[in-house]
């Protein structure tokens, strides 16, 4: 897993439910990062909602309130439409487990972070280190700590994912290890 | 010592340790995955590309068609197609498909495919219903889901748990679902239930029928929570009496167990409630929304698709009128329900009474299947979500609440107070006895 990431992040207002990262009409579309980035967070903001909308930002960091991604929805969509635009780690202050999973299984850092909110504004420029949980806004100096990801979260992403990590699990026969 | 809580107990001897503590990443041994129609297709094409040689037990996968069933439109139709094909290729031993259909949750609790002490996984939010039967029930992405159907595991944190304790006496008209919001008032979105077991019991869980547990457990996923449970009973057991695939252990917290934190709740003081449109947390007493004009009505979905539900609405309805502004539909949560209510008499009371019935399954809950709200409707409904667009148009408004609400403000054109009605001869349907 990636540390030091660096940035610009988009601040949300309110609670951001993954029906609005990916809309409804996308939710039977392919799991494509390319594809799904192109529609995603259409329906958060009016002015994401058209092509590209939100990747065309640059955006590298999303920070957040309470229950991210929630309101019951398991699609991967959301996690493969945000890595797509080219989001390296979302902060937040607690997140839905659904898309805490998801986020897990693909390797994109989802860091939970009490007062985060307090300390970022959209436009400012971050580092993030989701190994050790530093964030330092580099915009105001200001820095944090969040909770660091735990060692099989890392492993995951090492090894590309949850699905790359089962694949050498069946091949090397060692399903029986997971434990 | 302390003691260990039911969801920390089941995940322990899932995972083959003695004992596991909230926050440790385990991988468990899963008893049965469910996945179903409209991402039912990814699932099997994520389980054949990881290399696995079959289904880690043709028994254990459960495939149900729930949310395309009837299919409404020609997109629909393809995609039932395509599933019905990856399905037969994998050789499943339970596939309920259209005519046998229902929604998938239903299913797997009355068809015995989850039992208590184990841990059943889904495709579908609403898994967390499985808590209903003293079972770790989650839903998760089908990538999980896939994993699951190769190794019979999935990995999982050990989530902190918080106890409901509900003591008190049920008033009459006061289901599952009221509590279910209740707590969600209580609680909010503020992260208290975020990623943690929710655990429920007391006297008053005692006399809760399975059918309010279902309901109680579905909704956990909308609080935020991980899973919600409730430890069999003599009720649980009684439900699962010759339905069972398989031989169950009675488990339960040990009296010492460690709670993140605890609430107590005396349900007599809890009367029906009602979530405003569009956030789920924004719960408000019956009678403060009494006399809000409406003009659908929907009772359903595997919060409130029952037997029991549809018992209910036909005590208030029998030899009534449908009120002439409202379209009200009813859709029974699975065919095994839709016969039940049918034999009871229900289904034709509510007929006569001027209600739409439709064929079993999700319906109009999630917004693309018969039933849809359009601008600027006001709907009430005894579903599970309420956010803007969840039925159909953005515009639409959806008030959420229990089915004895729906059924009294049919009466009425406006949302009604079951309370005030007179209390029926034949009401036999009790949630709390």
């Given amino acids: 897993m990636a540390n030091n990431l660096k940035g610009t992040v988009w601040k949300a207002e309110g609670y951001v439910f993954a029906y609005d990262i990916i809309k409804q009409e996308f939710w039977t579309s392919a799991l494509d990062k390319e594809e799904n980035s192109r529609w995603v967070m259409g329906g958060v903001h009016s002015d994401f909602d058209c092509e590209n909308g939100f990747k065309s930002n640059g955006y590298s960091f999303i920070v957040a309130g309470h229950n991210f991604a929630g309101g019951g929805k398991s699609i991967e969509h959301v996690i493969t439409g945000l890595m797509g635009a080219g989001i390296k780690a979302v902060i937040a202050e607690s997140f839905s487990r659904l898309q805490f999973r998801n986020a897990i299984n693909y390797g994109l850092p989802f860091i939970t972070c009490k007062g985060i909110e307090a300390i970022a504004s959209s ?46 699990a069946i091949k090397e026969g060692k399903v029986d290890e997971l434990r | ?63 149900v068609s729930d949310h395309l069933v009837p299919p409404p439109t020609e997109r629909f139709a393809n995609l039932l197609n395509e599933w019905r094909e990856i399905v037969k290729a994998h050789n499943v031993t339970h596939f309920y498909d259209f005519g046998k259909q229902g929604i ?49 595991k999935g990995w999982f944190r050990v989530p902190e748990t918080v106890r409901f304790h509900i003591t008190g006496r049920w008033q009459p008209w006061v289901m599952g679902k009221d509590l279910s919001l209740h707590i969600m008032n209580m609680m909010h979105w503020n992260g208290d239930l975020i990623y943690k077991a929710l655990e429920y019991d007391g006297p008053a869980m005692s006399d809760l029928s399975m059918g309010g547990r279902i309901s109680l457990c579905n909704m956990t996923v909308d609080l935020g929570a991980k899973n919600g449970i409730v430890a069999p009973d003599e009720k649980t057991q009684a439900y699962l009496n010759g339905v069972a695939k398989g031989d169950w252990e009675m488990v339960s917290s040990d009296s010492n167990a460690e709670y993140e934190a605890e609430y107590e709740i005396d349900i007599s003081n809890v009367g029906p409630v009602v979530a405003k449109p569009d956030n789920l947390d924004d719960v408000v007493t019956v009678e403060e929304v009494v006399g809000t004009k ?44 839709y016969l039940e209510a049918m034999h009871k008499g229900y289904v034709s009371t509510l007929v006569k009474a001027g209600v739409a019935i439709g064929t079993s399954g999700c319906a109009p809950c999630f917004g693309t299947h018969r039933g849809v709200a359009g601008d600027g409707d006001v709907v009430l409904s005894a579903g599970n979500r309420n956010m803007k667009g969840r039925m159909g148009s953005k515009s639409a408004e959806i008030y959420l609440t229990s089915p004895a609400v729906c059924a009294a403000s049919a009466l009425t054109g406006a949302i009604a107070d079951p309370r005030d009605l007179p209390m029926p001869e034949n009401f036999g349907v009790t949630y709390g006895e």
């Fill in chain 2, 1 to 63: 010592m302390a003691g260990f809580t039911v969801t920390e107990k089941i995940m322990a001897q899932q995972s083959g340790r003695d004992s596991v503590r909230p926050g440790e990443l385990v991988w468990v041994d899963v008893n049965s995955i469910m996945t179903m129609d409209y991402l039912g297709k990814s699932t099997f094409n994520i389980f054949d590309s990881l290399g696995a040689k079959d289904l880690f037990d043709r028994d254990k996968v459960i495939c």
């Fill in chain 1, 123 to 168: 436009g400012d420029e971050l580092e993030v280190d989701p190994i050790s949980g530093q964030i330092k806004n580099l915009t105001t100096g200001e820095e944090i700590q969040a909770a660091p990801v735990a060692p099989f979260v890392a492993e995951v992403a090492e090894a590309g994912g949850l699905i790359s990590y089962i694949q050498q």
């Fill in chain 2, 104 to 152: 998938a949750h239903q299913i797997m609790l009355e068809d015995g495919h989850v039992l208590p002490g184990t841990i059943s996984i889904g495709t579908d939010s609403h898994a967390n219903s499985y808590g209903a039967v003293g079972a770790v029930g989650n839903a998760v992405s089908v990538t999980d889901a896939a994993v699951a159907m190769a190794t019979g």
């Fill in chain 2, 294 to 337: 409406l003009n659908q009505i929907f009772i359903g979905t595997c919060t409130n698709g029952r037997v029991e539900d549809f018992g209910i609405a036909a005590a208030i309805l029998e030899g009534k009128q449908v009120h002439p502004d409202i379209n009200m539909l009813m859709v029974p949560a699975s065919q095994t329900q």
